[in-house]
């Protein structure tokens, strides 16, 4: 599976940014709306940071305190593409933006989208 993710830039703070993740090479009977969705980020200097996260079961989602009430994990499994609605972006957001596709165990990773905020 691959993924690609894009949406990222400079933005000030209070913004919005949304980040979309383009998912392709599906195998072995199973298609984008069988893989949970995660985003996670990693700001310079900093380990990375686990932000939110889609079920593919039931569509729950679930998000870091950090970002909570600001963020928002969405999909389309038509299109076969993730997002992240970022609102009221801080300066402590900028970040590298990595978006993941789980199942089974096994995670794969876009190569990041980085967001700076910054006045």
């Known amino acids: 599976v691959q993924v690609v993710e894009s949406g990222g830039g400079l933005v000030q703070p209070g913004e919005s940014l949304r980040l979309s993740c383009a998912a392709s090479?599906?195998?072995?009977?199973?298609?984008?709306?069988?893989?949970?969705i995660l985003w996670f980020r990693q700001a310079p200097g900093k380990e990375r940071e686990w932000v939110a996260t889609?079920?593919?079961?039931?569509?729950?989602?679930y998000y870091s305190d950090s970002v909570k009430e600001r963020f928002a994990i969405s999909r389309d499994n038509n299109k076969k593409m993730g997002y992240l609605q970022m609102n009221s972006l801080k300066s402590e957001d900028t970040a590298m933006y990595y978006c993941?596709?789980?199942?089974?165990?096994?995670?794969?990773w876009g190569q990041g989208t980085k967001v700076t905020v910054s006045s």
């Open positions: 889609l079920n593919m079961l039931d569509n729950s989602t």
């Open positions: 090479g599906f195998t072995s009977g199973f298609t984008f709306k069988n893989y949970g």
């Open positions: 993941v596709l789980r199942r089974g165990g096994v995670d794969s």
